[in-house]
């Protein structure tokens, strides 16, 4: 509880984080990967994976 006439004052780490939060952009985006013809199913999730890898990779 802070008194009405008090002046709020934000202490420089805060300050900090406050900025960063602002300046900090976040894109969401639907990927949908599938993998189709014939094959192993064990073949197919090891090629889901290996482009799931790659693409947190490039992204991150």
Do not use: C
Request: net charge negative.
């Amino acid at each position: 509880m802070s008194i009405p006439d008090e002046e709020h004052v934000t202490p420089p780490q805060e300050q900090d984080a406050l900025e960063a939060a602002a300046s900090q952009v976040d894109y969401y985006f639907p990927v949908e990967v599938v993998v189709v013809g014939g094959g192993a199913t064990e073949m197919k999730e090891d090629i889901l994976q290996d482009v799931w890898n790659a693409l947190y990779r490039a992204l991150g």
